[in-house]
């Protein structure tokens, strides 16, 4: 199967996720309905650095975790650019309703993450994400943040999608 690589544009038609929830500025390596990597740059300029913390800015772990549910949410939405059961129905960007795309993202249903260095500004993160597992509309997934080679989250989420 081929691997799908999503740029920001792409992204924020994907998602219904807008500034300053879109938390993801690249996604590629995408194998549909399986896994794949994201990116998501912080700058001094975000908004939240002015409050957490002025005299250290990191941050906040729960963006880091949106940014890993925004990750799962482009892996399952990009089964629809997928080949179907027969391989002859692969769809373009250009063939999709996105605004319909965006609304079959669901919710953040459990999260098991554990944190294990902060994130400073102008720093960048590797997000990987791998639905393991799929029960009805749940889908379990193995998450991973890192900066570089240095490890910043790990665990499992549970995320629901929407028919």
């Not at 929830?21 to 309905?33: M, R």
């Not at 908004?47 to 890993?68: D, R, Y």
């Not at 902060?118 to 509309?137: C, D, M, N």
Request: net charge positive.
């Amino acid at each position: 199967m081929k691997k799908l690589s999503f740029t920001s544009k792409e992204i924020q038609k994907m998602l219904p996720h807008k500034f300053p929830f879109l938390l993801l500025d690249k996604c590629y390596d995408i194998e549909p309905g399986v896994r794949g990597i994201g990116v998501k740059n912080f700058t001094i300029n975000e908004w939240f650095f002015q409050g957490h913390f002025p005299a250290n800015p990191i941050v906040p772990g729960v963006l880091i975790i949106e940014s890993l549910a925004q990750l799962t949410a482009i892996v399952y939405l990009s089964k629809i650019f997928a080949q179907d059961e027969i391989g002859t129905n692969q769809k373009t960007f250009s063939e999709v309703d996105l605004e319909k795309v965006a609304e079959k993202v669901g919710y953040l249903v459990k999260v098991d993450v554990k944190f294990v260095s902060p994130v400073s500004p102008g720093e960048q993160i590797l997000l990987h994400a791998e639905i393991f597992k799929k029960v009805g509309s749940l889908s379990y997934v193995k998450v991973m943040a890192k900066v570089g080679n240095r490890p910043i989250a790990e665990g499992r989420l549970i995320v629901s999608e929407r028919e």
